[in-house]
Nanobody, 124 residues
């Protein structure tokens, strides 16, 4: 099993940056693909970014392409989401999720393990 803990959320002005971290327990984290999702009040959970087991393949949602970067450090069991040029519409609870295997997925249902989420609020 994998336990995930997100951190790094907070309040930032539009145009600012935040770096989210997803720290995982377990010695086999390198065998898991990881996705970042977000959910705003009254909206469905949205896929933001995903990364395969070794960082060689990544995915970005259309709304964050060119602004967000996902990366991972398997030696530290951590996946990062660097968020630049933040907009008020990026405001949401951000979740990281993991699935055993090499490939990432865009659909939340494909992920078995979830963190508790971290709030990101972007003011205009």
């Amino acid at each position: 099993q994998v336990q995930l803990v997100e951190s790094g959320g907070g309040l930032v002005q539009a145009g600012g940056s935040l770096r989210l971290s997803c720290a995982a327990s377990g010695r086999t984290f390198s065998r898991y693909a990881v996705g970042w999702f977000r959910q705003a009040p009254g909206k469905e959970r949205e896929s933001v970014a995903a990364i395969n087991w070794n960082g060689g393949s990544t995915y970005y949602g259309d709304s964050v392409k060119g602004r967000f970067t996902i990366s991972r450090d398997n030696a530290k069991n951590t996946v990062f989401l660097q968020m630049n040029s933040l907009k008020p519409e990026d405001t949401a609870v951000y979740y990281c999720a993991a699935v055993y295997g090499s490939n990432w997925y865009k659909t939340p249902l494909n992920y078995n393990y979830w963190g508790q989420g971290t709030q990101v609020t972007v003011s205009s």
